[in-house]
């Protein structure tokens, strides 16, 4: 397996627009979850899934911070409009829940967003 | 609230030398205990982890760590560094029963001299 794939690994925008953060998880993991990590504030949870449905989406910052999981490969996180103070390093990570809680999850390589 | 506190924001070795990275949890319960590897430019890496039974755990690349429940400490050690160590290592406790959620110390930067 290829492992949890990120694209684009770093993405460079202007503030107001649109940034489009795209996650595809390992093969047959059933949670998906999108961090955040600054030197501020270290690694945040900001969103996760379970069968493709958000569970808790509790860390995301603000409105203009969205998420989807179409289907069980493909995962977004959108932020429209963006601003300088989203600059942070973006993972996604998957994990299989199975009968066991707490398994290991699997990050991707992360996409570094920067906002100008 | 659960929390992870890893009160070493740097650590320098030199090369060889035997190293230790302490975390230290609050959670109400018997904890899930995780120590992830993040190099330069990379994702995590899992090093090992603690649900239960023996209180000493081995990992990958020569880790291990011991759950230490009367001082709420999962410490990280390794008894000889080697300078592809140099890396930050993050410290998570697994949250609330009932969720997959972890909580993330703040990391520790590891330097290792030569």
């Known amino acids: 397996d290829a492992g949890v794939i990120q694209s684009p690994r770093h993405e460079v925008t202007e503030m107001g627009q649109e940034v489009t953060l795209r996650c595809k998880p390992i093969?047959?993991?059933?949670?998906l979850f999108w961090y955040r990590q600054t030197m501020m504030r270290g690694l945040e949870l900001l969103i996760y899934?379970?069968?493709?449905?958000?569970?808790?989406d509790s860390g995301m910052p603000e409105d203009r911070f969205s998420a989807k999981m179409p289907n069980a490969s493909f995962s977004t996180l959108k932020i429209q409009p963006s601003e300088p103070r989203d600059s942070a390093v973006y993972f996604c990570?998957?994990?299989?829940?199975?009968?066991?809680?707490?398994?290991?999850?699997?990050f991707g390589p992360g996409t570094r967003l920067t906002v100008l | 609230a659960q929390s992870v506190t890893q009160p070493d924001i740097h650590i320098t070795v030199s090369e060889g030398a035997s190293l230790e990275l302490r975390c230290n949890y609050s959670?109400?319960?018997?904890?899930?205990l995780f120590w992830y590897v993040q190099s330069p430019g990379q994702g995590l890496q899992l090093l090992l982890k603690?649900?239960?039974?023996?209180?000493l755990v081995q990992g990958i690349k020569g880790f291990e760590a011991e759950f230490k429940r009367s001082q709420s400490s999962f410490n990280l050690r390794k008894p000889s560094v080697h300078w592809s160590d140099a890396a930050e290592y993050f410290c998570?406790?697994?949250?609330?029963?009932?969720?997959?959620?972890?909580?993330f110390g703040t990391g520790t930067r590891l330097k290792v001299l030569a």
């Open positions: 998570a406790v697994g949250g609330p029963s009932g969720t997959y959620k972890y909580i």
């Open positions: 990570a998957s994990s299989f829940g199975g009968a066991l809680s707490y398994n290991e999850q699997f």
């Open positions: 603690y649900f239960s039974g023996d209180t």
């Open positions: 899934f379970n069968n493709n449905v958000p569970i808790d």
């Open positions: 093969s047959g993991h059933d949670y």
């Open positions: 959670y109400g319960a018997t904890p899930y």
